[in-house]
């Protein structure tokens, strides 16, 4: 009978866990579109769930609802069926609340105006950035093509060094923007998704540089995570031992 009780009390737990009271509302208005069905999607360990969903028959105005820990990266998914020759997905920036994302089936990515959420204002304000930087860098892709054709040796020089800096000063960049940003958890999504590879004393500024509450959150936690994973890798490699070379076999010819 015990053992009976304790069960129905496992199973209980278990269905209110997956029972969760949404406390994310996405509403979505799609210009256009008639037809077709509309998903709330995220990552869960590098593979993309779907969290909730509508299939739009007349009616352009959705909803969509899920429950969510902590502010995070998620993807508006139009599967369409209207002989259109791709679909389409929307990544915006979810905070417990409402979002309201406006758009069009024509342009459904670059037609998206999202709001409703500070991560996502801050995101968008970066990615305009970032813009002008990508500008930039086909720029000297167009520069580095004409000196190749042309074999100016000095001309490629002069465009890797321009280069150079352009990637160093995107990375301060995108540094500063986040420990600027340390009350928001986009700050320690950006060190994650942008600068990863940076020199880990820049994370490591970043990380100290979050205020409690967004080092508590699922991105803060990641990049905790990740920090421990480059110490650990820089720590085994600096622990390497030189092979030693016999000085008889220094010199065989």
Known sequence: MKKISILLLAIIAL?????????LIV???IDGLKKGTVYLQKIDDTLMVDLDSVEVNGNANISLEAFIESPQVMYLYLKKVDNSQYDDRIDFFAEEGEVTINTTLENFVTDAKITG?????KLEEYRKM???????NLELIQQNFEAQRDENEEQLIDVNKQYESLLKRKYLYTVNFAINNKDLEVAPYLALSEVFDANIKYLDTIYNSLEPKVKKS???KELKDFLKERRDEEEA???IEPVETKENDEDIS
């Open 15 to 23: 269905t209110s866990c997956n029972n969760k009271e949404s406390n």
């Open 27 to 29: 509403n979505a208005n």
């Open 117 to 121: 959420a500070r991560n996502q204002e």
């Open 130 to 136: 970032m813009q002008r930087f990508n500008d930039k």
């Open 218 to 220: 699922m991105y803060g």
């Open 237 to 239: 490699s600096e622990n």
